[in-house]
Protein backbone atom coordinates (compact mmCIF):
# COMPACT_ATOMS: atom_id res chain seq x y z
CA UNK A 1 0.00 0.00 0.00
CA UNK A 2 1.27 3.51 -0.84
CA UNK A 3 -0.57 6.62 0.18
CA UNK A 4 0.65 8.74 -2.23
CA UNK A 5 0.91 5.86 -5.14
CA UNK A 6 -3.10 5.68 -5.01
CA UNK A 7 -3.03 9.44 -5.28
CA UNK A 8 -0.80 9.59 -8.18
CA UNK A 9 -3.06 6.57 -9.58
CA UNK A 10 -6.40 8.35 -8.95
CA UNK A 11 -5.18 11.49 -11.00
CA UNK A 12 -4.25 9.00 -13.77
CA UNK A 13 -7.07 7.37 -14.31
CA UNK A 14 -9.20 10.58 -13.85
CA UNK A 15 -7.09 12.64 -16.37
CA UNK A 16 -7.41 10.08 -19.39
CA UNK A 17 -10.88 9.21 -18.92
CA UNK A 18 -11.03 5.84 -17.48
CA UNK A 19 -12.52 7.12 -14.65
CA UNK A 20 -15.37 10.08 -14.68
CA UNK A 21 -16.43 10.32 -11.11
CA UNK A 22 -14.67 12.50 -8.63
CA UNK A 23 -15.07 9.98 -5.92
CA UNK A 24 -13.60 6.68 -6.89
CA UNK A 25 -12.53 3.51 -4.88
CA UNK A 26 -9.13 1.95 -5.18
CA UNK A 27 -8.53 -1.75 -3.75
CA UNK A 28 -5.08 -2.09 -2.73
CA UNK A 29 -2.82 -4.82 -0.83
CA UNK A 30 -4.00 -2.49 2.13
CA UNK A 31 -7.80 -2.72 1.72
CA UNK A 32 -10.16 -0.61 -0.28
CA UNK A 33 -9.76 2.94 -0.20
CA UNK A 34 -11.81 5.80 -1.44
CA UNK A 35 -10.55 8.98 -3.07
CA UNK A 36 -12.23 12.12 -3.27
CA UNK A 37 -10.66 14.14 -6.52
CA UNK A 38 -9.84 18.06 -6.56
CA UNK A 39 -10.71 18.13 -10.40
CA UNK A 40 -10.61 22.37 -10.30
CA UNK A 41 -9.75 22.95 -14.09
CA UNK A 42 -10.65 19.93 -15.46
CA UNK A 43 -7.47 17.56 -14.51
CA UNK A 44 -6.68 16.36 -10.95
CA UNK A 45 -5.09 18.80 -8.94
CA UNK A 46 -5.19 16.93 -5.64
CA UNK A 47 -7.43 14.16 -3.53
CA UNK A 48 -8.35 13.13 -0.31
CA UNK A 49 -8.10 9.90 0.45
CA UNK A 50 -9.55 7.78 3.30
CA UNK A 51 -6.64 5.71 4.54
CA UNK A 52 -8.63 3.65 7.32
CA UNK A 53 -8.44 2.93 10.36
CA UNK A 54 -5.43 2.49 12.06
CA UNK A 55 -4.29 -1.23 14.04
CA UNK A 56 -2.42 -0.26 17.28
CA UNK A 57 -2.24 -4.06 18.49
CA UNK A 58 0.99 -5.41 18.58
CA UNK A 59 -0.13 -8.73 16.48
CA UNK A 60 -1.40 -6.56 13.93
CA UNK A 61 1.91 -5.09 12.98
CA UNK A 62 3.24 -7.32 13.66
CA UNK A 63 5.86 -7.06 16.61
CA UNK A 64 7.21 -10.02 18.88
CA UNK A 65 5.90 -10.03 22.21
CA UNK A 66 7.78 -8.82 25.20
CA UNK A 67 8.83 -11.54 27.41
CA UNK A 68 9.02 -9.77 30.28
CA UNK A 69 7.58 -7.07 32.16
CA UNK A 70 4.16 -7.63 30.76
CA UNK A 71 0.97 -6.22 32.55
CA UNK A 72 -1.78 -7.99 32.51
CA UNK A 73 -3.49 -5.65 30.46
CA UNK A 74 -1.09 -5.88 27.90
CA UNK A 75 -1.99 -9.79 28.03
CA UNK A 76 -5.94 -8.98 27.75
CA UNK A 77 -5.39 -6.72 24.64
CA UNK A 78 -3.46 -9.33 22.44
CA UNK A 79 -0.18 -8.29 24.18
CA UNK A 80 -0.71 -4.85 23.54
CA UNK A 81 0.13 -1.86 22.27
CA UNK A 82 3.36 -0.53 21.51
CA UNK A 83 3.37 3.66 22.60
CA UNK A 84 6.23 5.23 23.78
CA UNK A 85 8.26 1.66 24.36
CA UNK A 86 11.97 1.83 24.97
CA UNK A 87 14.14 -0.34 21.82
CA UNK A 88 17.63 -0.50 21.86
CA UNK A 89 19.41 0.36 18.62
CA UNK A 90 22.98 1.03 18.25
CA UNK A 91 23.39 0.89 21.80
CA UNK A 92 21.38 3.55 22.98
CA UNK A 93 17.22 3.35 24.21
CA UNK A 94 15.10 5.27 21.90
CA UNK A 95 11.51 5.49 21.95
CA UNK A 96 9.37 4.03 19.65
CA UNK A 97 5.52 3.83 19.02
CA UNK A 98 4.20 1.08 16.51
CA UNK A 99 1.20 1.90 14.29
CA UNK A 100 0.11 -0.28 11.11
CA UNK A 101 -1.46 1.50 8.74
CA UNK A 102 -2.15 -1.98 6.31
CA UNK A 103 1.79 -1.59 6.68
CA UNK A 104 3.96 -1.72 9.56
CA UNK A 105 5.58 1.64 10.71
CA UNK A 106 7.73 2.47 13.74
CA UNK A 107 7.69 5.83 14.77
CA UNK A 108 10.21 7.81 16.59
CA UNK A 109 9.98 11.35 17.69
CA UNK A 110 13.48 13.79 17.41
CA UNK A 111 14.86 16.97 18.75
CA UNK A 112 15.96 17.87 14.76
CA UNK A 113 15.20 15.83 12.02
CA UNK A 114 17.29 17.09 9.69
CA UNK A 115 20.37 16.31 11.20
CA UNK A 116 19.24 12.79 12.71
CA UNK A 117 21.36 9.99 11.21
CA UNK A 118 18.25 8.28 9.26
CA UNK A 119 20.79 6.40 7.06
CA UNK A 120 22.49 4.83 10.22
CA UNK A 121 19.50 4.18 12.51
CA UNK A 122 16.39 3.28 9.78
CA UNK A 123 18.11 0.06 8.83
CA UNK A 124 18.69 -0.97 12.54
CA UNK A 125 14.57 -0.44 13.26
CA UNK A 126 14.10 -1.71 9.74
CA UNK A 127 15.48 -4.94 10.92
CA UNK A 128 15.03 -5.30 14.46
CA UNK A 129 14.04 -9.06 15.84
CA UNK A 130 10.93 -7.41 17.51
CA UNK A 131 9.81 -7.08 13.87
CA UNK A 132 9.39 -10.56 12.63
CA UNK A 133 8.35 -8.77 8.86
CA UNK A 134 10.71 -5.77 9.50
CA UNK A 135 8.68 -2.41 8.84
CA UNK A 136 8.42 1.25 7.80
CA UNK A 137 10.52 3.88 9.92
CA UNK A 138 9.42 7.51 10.85
CA UNK A 139 11.69 9.70 12.23
CA UNK A 140 9.84 12.61 13.51
CA UNK A 141 10.21 15.90 14.89
CA UNK A 142 7.25 18.09 16.19
CA UNK A 143 6.94 21.86 15.26
CA UNK A 144 3.50 22.32 17.24
CA UNK A 145 0.78 20.38 17.71
CA UNK A 146 -0.68 20.95 14.22
CA UNK A 147 2.77 20.70 12.49
CA UNK A 148 5.25 17.56 12.15
CA UNK A 149 8.39 17.39 10.12
CA UNK A 150 9.49 13.68 9.01
CA UNK A 151 11.76 11.39 6.86
CA UNK A 152 11.13 8.06 6.12
CA UNK A 153 12.84 4.92 6.24
CA UNK A 154 11.15 2.60 3.97
CA UNK A 155 11.36 -1.13 4.24
CA UNK A 156 13.10 -2.79 1.47
CA UNK A 157 13.88 0.60 0.29
CA UNK A 158 15.80 2.96 2.26
CA UNK A 159 14.83 7.05 2.51
CA UNK A 160 12.22 7.92 0.70
CA UNK A 161 11.27 11.73 -0.01
CA UNK A 162 7.65 11.15 0.96
CA UNK A 163 5.35 8.81 2.87
CA UNK A 164 1.75 8.98 2.69
CA UNK A 165 0.39 5.83 5.17
CA UNK A 166 3.94 7.04 7.31
CA UNK A 167 2.43 10.44 7.76
CA UNK A 168 -1.30 8.93 9.05
CA UNK A 169 1.23 6.62 11.25
CA UNK A 170 3.05 9.42 12.55
CA UNK A 171 0.15 11.65 13.16
CA UNK A 172 -1.34 8.61 15.33
CA UNK A 173 1.08 8.72 17.33
CA UNK A 174 1.65 12.04 17.67
CA UNK A 175 -2.03 12.05 19.37
CA UNK A 176 -1.02 8.79 21.29
CA UNK A 177 1.74 10.32 22.80
CA UNK A 178 0.09 13.95 23.82
CA UNK A 179 2.31 15.82 20.98
CA UNK A 180 -0.05 16.43 18.20
CA UNK A 181 -3.46 17.33 17.49
CA UNK A 182 -5.94 14.91 15.27
CA UNK A 183 -5.63 17.82 12.49
CA UNK A 184 -2.22 18.01 11.37
CA UNK A 185 -0.11 19.18 8.55
CA UNK A 186 2.94 17.10 7.76
CA UNK A 187 6.41 18.53 5.98
CA UNK A 188 8.27 15.94 4.25
CA UNK A 189 11.43 16.42 1.43
CA UNK A 190 8.79 15.58 -0.84
CA UNK A 191 5.95 17.92 0.03
CA UNK A 192 3.42 18.66 3.18
CA UNK A 193 0.72 16.32 3.18
CA UNK A 194 -2.35 17.11 5.83
CA UNK A 195 -3.68 14.21 8.01
CA UNK A 196 -6.60 14.32 9.42
CA UNK A 197 -7.71 11.37 12.23
CA UNK A 198 -11.74 12.12 12.47
CA UNK A 199 -14.15 11.13 14.77
CA UNK A 200 -14.97 7.52 12.89
CA UNK A 201 -11.58 6.35 13.71
CA UNK A 202 -10.41 6.71 10.09
CA UNK A 203 -7.55 8.71 9.02
CA UNK A 204 -8.19 11.03 5.93
CA UNK A 205 -4.93 12.17 3.68
CA UNK A 206 -4.70 15.11 1.32
CA UNK A 207 -1.97 16.20 -0.81
CA UNK A 208 -1.37 16.93 -4.35
CA UNK A 209 -1.10 14.74 -7.66
CA UNK A 210 1.05 16.41 -10.33
CA UNK A 211 2.13 14.52 -13.58
CA UNK A 212 5.92 15.00 -13.78
CA UNK A 213 6.66 12.78 -17.06
CA UNK A 214 5.68 10.05 -19.07
CA UNK A 215 7.09 6.83 -20.53
CA UNK A 216 6.61 3.82 -22.57
CA UNK A 217 8.01 0.61 -21.53
CA UNK A 218 7.90 -2.60 -23.06
CA UNK A 219 5.99 -6.23 -22.57
CA UNK A 220 9.53 -7.79 -21.93
CA UNK A 221 11.11 -5.28 -20.43
CA UNK A 222 8.25 -5.46 -17.20
CA UNK A 223 8.81 -9.46 -17.22
CA UNK A 224 12.42 -9.20 -16.99
CA UNK A 225 11.47 -6.59 -14.15
CA UNK A 226 9.00 -8.68 -12.66
CA UNK A 227 11.29 -11.68 -12.57
CA UNK A 228 13.89 -9.85 -10.37
Given at each position: M???G???F ?36 A??V?M???R ?5 I ?5 R ?22 A ?5 I ?8 H ?20 E ?11 E ?10 K??T ?8 L ?5 S ?5 A ?21 I ?5 NH ?14 V ?8 M??
Amino acid sequence: MCGNGVRVFAKYVFDRGMHTDPVMTVETLGGIKTIKLDTTGGTVRAARVDMGEPRLLRSEIPMATPRRGRSRQDVANEHGRAVNEPLKVAGKKIEITCVSMGNPHCVTFVDDVDSYPVEKIGPQIENHPVFPKRTNVEFVEVINPRELKQRTWERGTGETLACGSGSCASVVAGVLTGRAGRKVTVHLRGGDLLIEWLGDNHLYMTGPAEEVFEGEVSAAECSRWMEN
